[in-house]
């Protein structure tokens, strides 16, 4: 008996037998587990905007196969953004002739990536294709070409008056990969509007 306990002793000096991992101990991820997803695209890296026009990374293929797998609901998503976003401009790709009072640049673009307005990046349905619907959304953006607070150059000295950048929020058909039970969601995203111009007190 006395044999028998001296080699339990031994073996828990040893570390055969010890303690279990204490509460906060995480086990490591199975062998093949997903990867974790990257927060911030790659293009965000090569432009100081808040979009990317181009991604050499969008999983084209991957939002192709969710949309295939959640085609009733997705297009049923998509439909109602067109139907009730009142600045949805699809369809349109040319600028009519505008005069501004603070000089600006206007174009119609088609993110691929974008920042919500939580301030996360998302990755936005754009050109692909499933069941024979094109899944495209285009947003109108204008951003001022002077530096904001600068005088508006059209309007008389005698006024005070500063060039101001506005935003709009435009809605989004977003993936998510990280949602596995539906992918796909409708998100808010502020883009360049408009460059104004605020007019203040008169001065002789």
């Not at 904001?148 to 993936?175: A, D, M, W």
Request: charged share 20%; aromatic share 12%.
């Amino acid at each position: 008996m006395s044999i028998k306990l001296t080699i339990i002793a031994s073996l828990m000096v040893i570390g055969v037998f010890s303690d279990p991992e204490p509460s906060h101990y995480k086990a490591p991820p199975p062998y093949g587990a997903q990867p974790k997803y990257i927060e911030i695209p790659h293009c965000a890296k090569n432009t100081t905007k808040s979009w990317c026009l181009e991604d050499s990374e969008y999983p084209q293929h991957e939002v192709q196969q969710a949309l295939d797998q959640h085609y009733q609901a997705v297009v049923a998503f998509y439909k109602d953004k067109l139907a009730n976003t009142e600045n949805s401009v699809d369809e349109l790709d040319k600028l009519n002739d505008e005069v501004y009072l603070c000089p600006s640049s206007t174009d119609y673009v088609r993110p691929f990536r974008a920042i919500n307005v939580d301030g996360k990046w998302r990755t936005i349905v754009n050109g692909v294709e499933s069941y024979g619907i094109k899944y495209t959304q285009t947003a109108r953006i204008e951003e001022c070409d002077v530096v904001v607070g600068t005088t508006c150059p059209l309007v008389p000295s005698c006024y005070e008056s500063k060039c101001i950048q506005k935003n709009i929020f435009h809605r989004f058909l977003v993936y998510n990969p990280k949602d596995y039970t539906f992918p796909f969601a409708i998100e808010k995203f502020k883009l360049p509007g408009s460059c104004g111009c605020v007019v203040g007190a008169f001065h002789l």
